[in-house]
Nanobody, 118 residues
Framework: QVHVVESGGGLVQAGGSLRLSCADPRVILSVFRSDTMAWYRQSPGNLREMVAVSTSGGGTDYADSVKGRFTISRDNARKRVYLQMNNLTPEDTGVYYC?????????WGQGTLVTVSS
């Protein structure tokens, strides 16, 4: 069973930064290395959208709206993935969800709220 744990959300002023973290606390390193890790977000009235993806092969992809501001990275020693968010704007406000894709199955976290004030 995959257990997705997110942390790092909060309230920040526009122009500020936050770092989100996501992990499955019980994963072993060999399995973590094969996971695809992704961050999505959903704001009121909008569909959930992909923000950033980190593949098992080391590739990354970003939504156009966050390119140059957000960075997704993997920490193999801690078996977790981070989303560094810089130069935040009020449009970045929403619930951020981590998705772990393992052996073809998607597993979602409960979400962490990010609020950017103007």
């Amino acid at each position: 069973q995959v257990h997705v744990v997110e942390s790092g959300g909060g309230l920040v002023q526009a122009g500020g930064s936050l770092r989100l973290s996501c992990a499955d606390p019980r994963v072993i390193l060999s399995v973590f290395r094969s996971d695809t890790m992704a961050w999505y977000r959903q704001s009121p009235g909008n569909l959930r959208e992909m923000v950033a993806v980190s593949t098992s092969g080391g590739g990354t992809d970003y939504a156009d709206s966050v390119k140059g501001r957000f960075t997704i990275s993997r920490d193999n020693a801690r078996k977790r993935v981070y989303l560094q968010m810089n130069n935040l704007t009020p449009e970045d406000t929403g619930v951020y969800y981590c998705k772990i894709t393992r052996r073809g199955s998607d597993n979602w976290g409960q979400g962490t709220l990010v609020t950017v004030s103007s």
